[in-house]
């Protein structure tokens, strides 16, 4: 008996050393190794293609901007497979496999000669990559894509998984993850955008390649060792088919009234926080609507989730409809910030990289004066702004959600116009040197990377928070699905606009704004100015229409009880 109760203790105990900082330590090591691995290609994909695949612009900006989208796009399916059918564990792990591969047949391609077009001749004279060989590399990018489709949308969810939130002390380390989280990423992006860029843009791409690959590998390997330290929680269905539930069931009963019959409202399940009825979007009331008393089993559950749903599943669809106008404002500035990691590279390539007498700027590193204007103003923002506006007013002042969309749309117009700017001076030296790289530094471009950054601090922030607050705890997973959601959009709405752009100017007979392999043949200048006009009607948009929803969804409204309350300087 006493060895029973021995064996039954060390049982017990085993169990509970599952999940906590146990386990975060290798969920926190294959986010670190994946992110790095990661970053570096995304970083460095323009000069990439562009140097030893000798894509011309428009191909070049087109394949850029469709990869990105996809990688954002694919998390929504990620998402969709973990919380129905694999659960987070077994789609990291397969995502993280994918991205291995993906990695692997780009690593080659750098590697073998033959996987890739001649070397130009000069900077006129190039030959474009075979269907074969382009081939190859779609693949490697595709598979890079589905890995991010089951990395993204799994990898916080799954460090939260290990702690319990249902206690004060869960929740502290639940935060304090978030920090290390945070942490190892900027750690990760930082090694990728320096060390592993400048390997591949001055010593070699294969290498600069196989160290990623590498990395991913170790990813995967921690991952594995540290299994035996998961609580796997097992898929609880998706929201994306509830949602799909709603719209088959509102569409089922669209001739009925909504007087005639009661709503389905069973009581929140535990752990849940009852949602009150909205009358906003009735029509998809009729989803909820009990017709039949048969309708619902002696448990109170529907029988046929496809012809009735709960007011929950409704409400839950009515949240993401109510943020939709906010969205696309969202979307609006990220196309501004998807045309600096495309186009704006290109500018970088056809400028004097020079520092100094030997040293070569790699393009890629215009992506740190991103980061570093993004740190600065959050810690600005927290450090200086907020208390110093405490002590001289006794109140919380905060910027609202409004004032952080508007000032991220006006980024993006100066943003446009900045670089519009840095492109005349860029291509005038250029062509009065006749060189194909123009003699301006690479230095006056840090400008435009800068205010970027900027975009992603204040409207990206504020797109994010306004997801993840407005939305109820058990749609967080779809919340981050919605934003990657946002980027892919604005990755393909960049892309159409440069074929649109290309076509329409090309035929005008005085030559494209952009699409060519050498941009001083190009207009480019006035494709940004385009840019700033398409932001000046984002900007009407949001503030004759958009912002209005901002106070439905409970944004601005809780923003202002915040500022109107005196929270008295300690």
Same mark, same amino acid.
């Given at each position: 008996?006493?060895?029973?109760?021995?064996?039954?203790?060390?049982?017990?105990?085993?169990?509970?050393?599952?999940?906590?900082?146990?386990?975060?330590?290798?969920?926190?090591?294959?986010?670190?190794?994946?992110?790095?691995?990661?970053?570096?290609?995304?970083?460095?994909?323009?000069?990439?293609?562009?140097?030893?695949?000798?894509?011309?612009?428009?191909?070049?900006?087109?394949?850029?901007?469709?990869?990105?989208?996809?990688?954002?796009?694919?998390?929504?399916?990620?998402?969709?497979?973990?919380?129905?059918?694999?659960?987070?564990?077994?789609?990291?792990?397969?995502?993280?496999?994918?991205?291995?591969?993906?990695?692997?047949?780009?690593?080659?391609?750098?590697?073998?000669?033959?996987?890739?077009?001649?070397?130009?001749?000069?900077?006129?004279?190039?030959?474009?990559?075979?269907?074969?060989?382009?081939?190859?590399?779609?693949?490697?990018?595709?598979?890079?894509?589905?890995?991010?489709?089951?990395?993204?949308?799994?990898?916080?969810?799954?460090?939260?998984?290990?702690?319990?939130?249902?206690?004060?002390?869960?929740?502290?380390?639940?935060?304090?993850?978030? !920090?290390?989280?945070?942490?190892?990423?900027?750690?990760?992006?930082?090694?990728?955008?320096?060390?592993?860029?400048?390997?591949?843009?001055?010593?070699?791409?294969?290498?600069?390649?196989?160290?990623?690959?590498?990395?991913?590998?170790?990813?995967?390997?921690?991952?594995?060792?540290?299994?035996?330290?998961?609580?796997?929680?097992?898929?609880?269905?998706?929201?994306?088919?509830?949602?799909?539930?709603?719209?088959?069931?509102?569409?089922?009963?669209?001739?009925?009234?909504?007087?005639?019959?009661?709503?389905?409202?069973?009581?929140?399940?535990?752990?849940?926080?009852?949602?009150?009825?909205?009358?906003?979007?009735?029509?998809?009331?009729?989803?909820?609507?009990?017709?039949?008393?048969?309708?619902?089993?002696?448990?109170?559950?529907?029988?046929?989730?496809?012809?009735?749903?709960?007011?929950?599943?409704?409400?839950?669809?009515?949240?993401?409809?109510?943020?939709?106008?906010?969205?696309?404002?969202?979307?609006?500035?990220?196309?501004?910030?998807?045309?600096? !990691?495309?186009?704006?590279?290109?500018?970088?390539?056809?400028?004097?990289?020079?520092?100094?007498?030997?040293?070569?700027?790699?393009?890629?590193?215009?992506?740190?004066?991103?980061?570093?204007?993004?740190?600065?103003?959050?810690?600005?923002?927290?450090?200086?702004?907020?208390?110093?506006?405490?002590?001289?007013?006794?109140?919380?002042?905060?910027?609202?959600?409004?004032?952080?969309?508007?000032?991220?749309?006006?980024?993006?117009?100066?943003?446009?116009?900045?670089?519009?700017?840095?492109?005349?001076?860029?291509?005038?030296?250029?062509?009065?040197?006749?060189?194909?790289?123009?003699?301006?530094?690479?230095?006056?471009?840090?400008?435009?990377?800068?205010?970027?950054?900027?975009?992603?601090?204040?409207?990206?922030?504020?797109?994010?928070?306004?997801?993840?607050?407005?939305?109820?705890?058990?749609?967080?997973?779809?919340?981050?699905?919605?934003?990657?959601?946002?980027?892919?959009?604005?990755?393909?709405?960049?892309?159409?606009?440069? !074929?649109?752009?290309?076509?329409?100017?090309?035929?005008?007979?005085?030559?494209?704004?952009?699409?060519?392999?050498?941009?001083?043949?190009?207009?480019?200048?006035?494709?940004?100015?385009?840019?700033?006009?398409?932001?000046?009607?984002?900007?009407?948009?949001?503030?004759?229409?958009?912002?209005?929803?901002?106070?439905? !969804?409970?944004?601005?409204?809780?923003?202002?009880?915040?500022?109107?309350?005196?929270?008295?300087?300690?």
């Amino acid at each position: 008996m006493e060895i029973t109760n021995n064996s039954s203790t060390e049982q017990r105990q085993s169990k509970k050393e599952k999940g906590g900082w146990r386990a975060i330590k290798y969920i926190l090591a294959n986010e670190t190794f994946e992110k790095l691995a990661s970053m570096s290609l995304i970083a460095n994909l323009t000069v990439y293609l562009q140097t030893h695949y000798n894509l011309d612009g428009i191909l070049l900006i087109s394949v850029v901007s469709v990869w990105s989208g996809s990688c954002n796009v694919t998390p929504i399916i990620g998402a969709l497979f973990s919380d129905t059918f694999l659960g987070r564990f077994r789609t990291l792990l397969f995502g993280s496999i994918s991205s291995f591969s993906g990695m692997g047949i780009i690593a080659f391609t750098a590697a073998i000669s033959a996987l890739r077009p001649p070397t130009c001749i000069d900077k006129g004279n190039c030959i474009g990559p075979k269907e074969w060989q382009l081939g190859v590399l779609f693949i490697g990018l595709g598979l890079l894509a589905i890995g991010a489709g089951g990395i993204r949308p799994c990898n916080i969810a799954f460090g939260a998984d290990q702690f319990d939130t249902t206690t004060k002390k869960g929740r502290r380390q639940l935060e304090s993850f978030f !920090n290390w989280w945070y942490f190892s990423f900027t750690l990760a992006l930082v090694v990728a955008l320096t060390g592993v860029v400048y390997i591949q843009t001055n010593v070699s791409w294969a290498l600069g390649f196989f160290i990623p690959t590498m990395c991913l590998f170790f990813s995967i390997a921690i991952f594995i060792i540290g299994h035996h330290t998961y609580i796997l929680a097992k898929p609880q269905g998706s929201v994306f088919v509830d949602m799909a539930k709603v719209i088959v069931a509102a569409f089922r009963k669209r001739g009925l009234r909504a007087s005639e019959h009661t709503l389905h409202d069973p009581p929140p399940l535990e752990n849940e926080v009852k949602i009150p009825h909205s009358e906003r979007f009735r029509c998809l009331d009729k989803a909820a609507m009990v017709v039949d008393e048969s309708e619902v089993d002696e448990q109170g559950l529907p029988k046929n989730g496809w012809k009735l749903t709960s007011v929950r599943q409704v409400e839950h669809l009515k949240m993401l409809l109510g943020m939709l106008p906010i969205w696309i404002t969202g979307i609006g500035c990220f196309i501004a910030m998807d045309q600096q !990691n495309s186009i704006g590279i290109m500018q970088v390539i056809q400028s004097n990289k020079k520092l100094g007498s030997h040293f070569q700027v790699p393009p890629a590193w215009m992506g740190l004066s991103s980061m570093i204007a993004l740190a600065i103003w959050i810690f600005i923002y927290e450090q200086i702004w907020v208390p110093q506006a405490r002590k001289l007013t006794g109140k919380t002042k905060r910027l609202t959600m409004t004032h952080r969309l508007n000032i991220g749309i006006v980024i993006a117009i100066v943003c446009a116009l900045v670089a519009a700017t840095v492109e005349t001076k860029r291509r005038g030296a250029a062509l009065k040197s006749g060189t194909f790289e123009s003699p301006l530094s690479v230095l006056f471009f840090l400008p435009q990377f800068a205010l970027s950054g900027l975009i992603e601090a204040f409207a990206a922030v504020a797109l994010m928070e306004l997801l993840t607050t407005q939305l109820p705890e058990s749609m967080r997973t779809v919340a981050g699905a919605i934003f990657f959601l946002s980027l892919s959009v604005s990755s393909y709405l960049n892309s159409l606009l440069v !074929n649109i752009v290309y076509t329409t100017t090309k035929k005008s007979g005085k030559g494209p704004w952009l699409g060519g392999h050498d941009l001083n043949k190009d207009r480019l200048e006035y494709f940004y100015y385009l840019q700033a006009g398409i932001e000046v009607l984002n900007l009407i948009y949001f503030n004759a229409f958009a912002r209005h929803f901002l106070a439905k !969804n409970g944004g601005s409204k809780e923003e202002q009880r915040s500022e109107d309350k005196a929270v008295e300087t300690a």
